[in-house]
């Protein structure tokens, strides 16, 4: 960083406070709105209550790594279904930045005299701490329906949730800041989160996508997401898969890199359509 | 923790607070300013007077840097906002023409929430807090969200959640749109007493020709253009105008087209 002549440094501590403090804002919000917190949790265990525990008898998972035996099919859709509540939170959150970028709270976010890249780092971060503490009232709520983890796997699950939801978040921000027809969530819905999900090892082990569909199991394979859900399953029983959190590192690196180069207020909504309003 | 050191405390007085220079910024083709340059000298309260569309607030989108000025130079104290932009927006307050507080947070919470994004800690934060809110009248309502706050309420805790960090600059756009006569005298007369008192320099955009007194500086900006920079009678003698009013509206006119010659 330089320093101007009047001798004006920021301080590593002053960073420190500025993502604190930005995360705070994000926990206090979240506090505040009970309702959003109610949605992020009610999608992921309707899918837990209602199709996992419909399929139970249909789809029958043999042993596969992490599994040491045969698991319920509400066992194995456990991860994907953490995995989704990152995915919808890191897009949502993504969204909201791109689309506040030109009024609202980021406008103020952005006028803090740190860097761009760490704001929006820091931001980012606020998100996933937010998305967390949806994972985990999950997961309580979980092991109600029989989905009991290994304790370890509840503290070794906290660093790939982190990492996942770091590459989720930054994928949101790209997609939102360089696609201009993302301007709903709905759209968003359709057009990523359904396809992302569905074409994962979310619901099927990949094997048996393979037996079906060579051509799904390709689609699957090269679906970052895939490797976010099985950084989260390997970690939920206290075990590491390095190549998936090779794959997740390096998408979230490059996503996140990209994210700060395409994150651009004045290229913004209303910019592209023509610049604000008042400079009509 | 305390605020970052401000290099204004060091800056030489003669400094301009604001100064702009030769900067144009186009949508496209389209050109939102052109060939701005103006100046905010250190105390003193600058009324930027436009219509609406008049490149207002892209001026202001530029000076905070939410856009990138790609032409002229931007000075905030000596500052480059392109060069040094933490030096240059750590001296900078600004209240947006759209609210942009929390409606779902306290105004405390609001205020230190500001303070953290100036690397302020959260207790000098909520100190400052107090203090900023004791001085703009409201502090039996820091613990009060603000959607219970009405519109001049909340314009006032925008202001004082711009001085949170003490800048040497000021930067209101239209901020009193939408209030009612008594809120807006209340507004205007709070921000020129904080330039009184502690010689912030102060660039006020508006359309409104009352928020204007007989000391303020005047820049008139029009499709995107200085018309008219100076004194209150420097502009009315730039415009041959006998009131504000008059000079407005005489250097915002658009030239009577000449038949059969396209523009």
Same mark, same amino acid.
């Given at each position: 960083m330089n320093t101007p002549p009047g001798g004006f440094r920021l301080s590593l501590s002053g960073y420190l406070v500025c993502m604190a403090g930005i995360c705070w804002r994000e926990g206090l919000r979240f506090l505040n709105q009970r309702g959003r917190f109610l949605s992020a949790l009610v999608r992921p265990l309707v899918w837990l209550f209602i199709f996992a525990a419909g399929f139970r008898s249909v789809l029958g998972v043999s042993i596969?790594?992490?599994?040491e035996t045969y698991v319920l099919y509400e066992v194995y859709v456990t991860p994907g279904l953490v995995a989704m509540i990152q995915l919808f939170n890191g897009l949502q959150s993504s969204l909201s930045m791109v689309y506040d970028r030109e009024v609202g709270a980021m406008r103020i976010l952005l006028v803090s005299p740190y860097p761009r890249w760490f704001l929006l780092v820091s931001k980012l971060l606020a998100g996933i701490l937010v998305s967390v503490l949806q994972v985990y009232t999950f997961l309580a709520v979980a092991w109600f329906w029989e989905v009991e983890l290994p304790p370890v796997g509840y503290v070794a699950v906290l660093p790939a949730l982190l990492l996942s939801g770091f590459m989720l978040g930054a994928m949101g921000l790209v997609m939102s800041s360089v696609f201009?027809?993302?301007?709903?969530?709905a759209s968003v819905m359709n057009f990523v989160i359904f396809p992302m999900f569905f074409a !994962? !090892?979310?619901?099927?082990?990949l094997w048996r996508v393979q037996e079906s569909s060579l051509v799904l199991w390709w689609i699957c394979t090269l679906n970052p997401f895939t490797y976010a859900v099985e950084l989260i399953r390997f970690a939920l029983y206290g075990q590491f898969e390095p190549f998936a959190a090779l794959v997740v590192a390096l998408c979230a690196l490059v996503f996140l890199a990209a994210a700060i180069l395409a994150y651009d207020p004045s290229a913004g909504m209303m910019a592209r359509r023509g610049g604000p309003e008042d400079a009509r | 923790m305390t605020a970052p050191p401000n290099p204004a405390s060091r800056a030489? $007085?003669?400094?301009? $607070?604001l100064a702009v220079t030769h900067v144009t910024h186009a949508f496209g083709t389209r050109k $939102?300013?052109?060939?701005v340059s103006l100046t905010v000298p250190a105390g003193s309260f600058t009324a930027l007077l436009g219509p609406n569309g008049a490149g207002k607030t892209t001026l202001f989108s530029l000076i905070t840097r939410l856009y990138d000025n790609r032409t002229g130079r931007i000075e905030v104290l000596g500052e480059d906002?392109?060069?040094r932009p933490a030096a240059a927006l750590s001296q900078l307050g600004v209240v947006f023409q759209a609210r942009t507080l @929390?409606?779902?947070?306290?105004v405390a919470q609001n205020l230190v929430y500001h303070a953290t994004l100036h690397g302020i800690g959260f207790r000098a934060g909520r100190r400052r807090a107090l203090e900023v809110l004791q001085r703009a009248g409201l502090a039996d309502r820091a @613990?009060? /969200?603000? /959607?219970?706050?009405s519109g001049g309420q909340m314009r006032r805790v925008e202001i004082a959640r711009a001085l949170m960090h003490r800048p040497h600059l000021l930067l209101l756009d239209?901020?009193?749109?939408?209030? @009612?006569i008594a809120s807006r005298a209340a507004l205007v007369a709070q921000v020129r007493e904080l330039v009184a008192q502690e010689g912030i320099g102060v660039l006020w955009a508006t359309?409104?020709?009352?928020?204007?007194?007989?000391d303020d500086r005047v820049v008139v900006l029009h499709r995107g253009r200085i018309r008219a920079e100076g004194s209150h009678a420097e502009v009315l003698a730039q415009a041959g105008a006998h009131t504000i009013a008059d000079a407005f509206l005489h250097l915002v006119r658009e030239p009577e087209p000449i038949p059969g010659v396209s523009t």
């Open positions: 596969i790594p992490p599994y201009r027809q993302m301007e709903n969530f !994962s !090892s979310a619901l099927y082990p | 030489p $007085a003669a400094l301009p $607070a $939102a300013l052109d060939d906002v392109r060069r @929390d409606l779902e947070l306290t @613990d009060e /969200r603000v /959607r219970n706050l239209e901020p009193t749109v939408g209030l @009612d359309h409104i020709i009352e928020e204007i007194a007989p």
